[in-house]
């Protein structure tokens, strides 16, 4: 990315804004929990979660990534925000510490390559999140932006970031009124690009395969990318009529914590690079396929160490299929040297809380 940087280009690549949880991640289940027993779990690690995932991914990736946020005065507060800016080089600038409010948690348990969370946390102060939309960092200063769109509401930092340049990718959770009408997504005109899952897709346009839904959605938004799970990633450019469709890399999947916050990352890396679209598809999937091999959210992110680890790995097995691999070739220029490369697959080390305060 530093190649593709101006001298009159905003200081940041990407912002973002939401909210910050501890997460707690209890690993090696060996199955569900069950009503009245005590499960004991072989691993645990802790690690900032929630909208940190995402800027942890974005982080990894090499953009520079300016995340608003509260934290909470207490000990998971600093240990996230420590995290976060000394430990992954986010920018919190634009973030605020909040007395005598306590961090959001998020306990989650992974077992059989899915998991279950329990969360807990309470809104900080409407202070709070109004001084954060006016604080050093504001979106209009970031070539991009990833926003979670909300039925129903308007967010007016969206309209001024995108009114100021800044590339909008908008991404939405589950409708929980069950309208599932896109009138209600009103910041969607705001969007460069809109990426649901199959699932969402299909609900908001009433398509009966998630490819129409992206060409339904593609009408009203330049660029429409739909996740299809274990079947890869469909996009549709609105603007040219240009498809691309490429498959999931097959993986053992430990937990999926977070991949779809590093999808969202590696296809935005790919759009500010301007890559094809079909690249910018199959390394936002490749970053995602990486991530669920690892425990955690932002513990599992991979950074371009890891990517050229694969690439290299893959490259070396016997019998892999050419096309395959040409699919990936864009790599080639863009991974570290291999001596600056360790060896793959690669376990992270799972930091916990639980080792002295951050100083």
């Known amino acids: 990315m530093a190649g593709l940087r101006a001298p009159g280009d905003p200081p940041w690549d990407v912002y973002l804004t939401g909210t910050v949880f501890l997460d707690i991640i209890f690993t090696g289940l060996a199955s569900a929990p ?91 102060p409407a202070d709070t999140l109004f001084r954060q939309q006016n604080a050093p960092g504001h979106p209009a200063h970031a070539r991009a932006a990833v926003a979670s769109l909300t039925p129903g509401t308007r967010n007016p930092w969206i309209a001024r970031a995108a009114a100021e340049g800044t590339l909008i990718f908008g991404d939405v959770g589950w409708d929980d009124t069950g309208a599932w009408d896109l009138a209600n997504l009103a910041d969607l ?66 937990d999926p914590t977070g991949a779809g916050d590093v999808f969202v990352a590696g296809f935005v890396t790919g759009t500010l ?11 936002a999937g490749l970053t995602a396929a990486l991530s669920v091999q690892e425990f955690g959210g932002s513990l599992s992110a991979p950074g371009w160490s890891e990517i050229g680890a694969w690439w290299r790995e893959v490259q070396s097995v ?10 990936y070739a864009f790599l080639e220029g863009l991974v570290p040297d291999e001596d600056q490369v360790r060896p793959w697959p690669l376990r992270r080390a799972v930091p916990t809380i639980g080792f002295g305060r951050a100083g």
């Open 318 to 327: 016997e019998g892999q299929d050419p096309a395959a691999l040409r699919r």
């Open 189 to 254: 005109e705001y969007c460069e690009a809109f990426l649901p899952n199959a699932e969402e897709a299909m609900r908001y346009t009433g398509a009966d395969c998630p490819r129409a839904a992206a060409h339904a959605l593609a009408a009203h938004v330049p660029l429409a990318v739909v996740t299809l799970g274990g079947e890869g990633a469909y996009a549709v450019d609105g603007r040219t009529g240009e498809s691309a469709e490429v498959p999931a890399i097959a993986v053992e999947a430990l």
């Open 34 to 124: 069950v009503r009245g027993t005590e499960s004991w779990a072989r691993g645990m690690g802790s690690s900032p979660g929630g909208i940190a995932n995402m800027a942890t991914a974005l982080a990894r990736l090499g953009l520079k990534t300016s995340l608003a946020a509260a934290f909470g005065d207490d000990h998971y507060g600093e240990y996230c925000w420590d995290t976060l800016a000394r430990g992954e080089g986010i920018d919190l600038s634009p973030s605020r510490t909040v007395p005598g409010w306590h961090s959001p948690v998020t306990v989650s348990m992974a077992y059989e390559g899915e998991r279950t969370m329990v969360s807990h946390g309470h809104e900080p």
């Open 273 to 283: 690079a301007n890559w094809p679209l079909a690249d910018r598809l199959a390394f």
